[in-house]
């Protein structure tokens, strides 16, 4: 028997979502949205099982030449830039994970990596690149750097396919155009594409179960040429964008 499936995050921002970051050990979604005409970078966490709001579009006192890394334990992890005209990072800037508060910041090093023990972060100041490992919840300097194991993310992404398989690809209306977005979870099959209705070209999102349709969304709509991917599975919390402005998330 299919479950009814509702959104426990639908939120519109009033900037363009540019990024999205998960820890999920500790349930918590990031999101960083950007609007290039007030300059500014808001930074946004969710509770990806609950749909708790725990801070929305919090502008730093750097409004534009900050960017978001990740998070882990609890802390999401920001950078900022050399300068204006260079991508290059600099600094760290830990913000507690539900109150976007900052907790530590070090503007000499550079986030490099995650790890299970902590944060690798490389030392700006020597002309020879040096790593040193720092505690995720102070960013006080750890001892033993060697035989870091990475810290990764349950991240599933979805794969192409080329042609769907006759019985799915008839439940979809319109003209199926360009790659298809397929990932598989548990019964479900997660479905994103573009297709042609009336001359238009639209992206949807479809969720089938045993060969019947049992959630659909317009993500996009008359587009002038196809979209990234939409959607990503952390854990079992299926999570996409809407209009690049509109967060969703599902818990199949």
């Known amino acids: 028997m299919s479950v009814k499936l509702n959104p426990v995050v639908d939120h519109t921002f009033s900037s363009l979502i540019w990024k999205l970051e998960s820890d999920a050990a500790n349930d918590l979604l ?3 949205t950007r ?11 969710f509770n990806i099982k609950t749909g708790q709001v725990n801070f929305l579009e919090l502008v730093p006192e750097e409004k534009w030449l900050v960017g978001m890394d990740g998070g882990r334990k609890g802390i999401l992890f920001l950078y900022g830039y050399k300068s204006g005209q260079s991508p290059e990072h600099k600094g760290i800037i830990a ?9 530590w910041a070090d503007y000499n090093l550079v986030l490099e990596t995650f790890t299970k023990e902590g944060i690798v972060a490389a030392d700006q100041r020597f002309q020879t690149k040096r790593n040193v490992l720092l505690d995720y919840k102070t960013g006080n300097a750890l001892t033993d750097i060697k035989n870091q194991q990475d810290d990764v993310e349950p991240v599933q992404y979805p794969f192409m396919l080329r042609l769907l398989p006759e019985n799915i690809a008839a439940l979809i209306t319109g003209t ?22 009336n001359g238009y070209l639209v992206q949807q999102l479809f969720i089938i179960e045993n060969d019947t349709l049992i959630y659909h969304d317009l993500l996009n709509e008359n587009i002038q040429k196809l979209q990234p991917e939409a959607f990503v599975l952390i854990k079992n919390h299926l999570v996409y964008l809407k209009n690049k402005i509109n967060l969703k998330v599902l818990n199949l």
Not at 37 to 44: A, D, I, K, V, Y
Not at 176 to 197: A, E, P, R, W
Request: proline content about 0%; overall charge negative.
């Open 30 to 32: 990031y999101i960083e």
């Open 35 to 45: 609007s290039a005409e007030n300059q500014s970078t808001g930074f946004s966490s």
């Open 95 to 103: 913000l507690n994970g539900l109150t976007g508060k900052q907790v």
């Open 176 to 197: 199926i155009t360009g790659d298809v977005c397929c990932l598989n979870y548990n019964s479900y099959l997660i479905i994103s594409l573009h297709s042609k209705n």
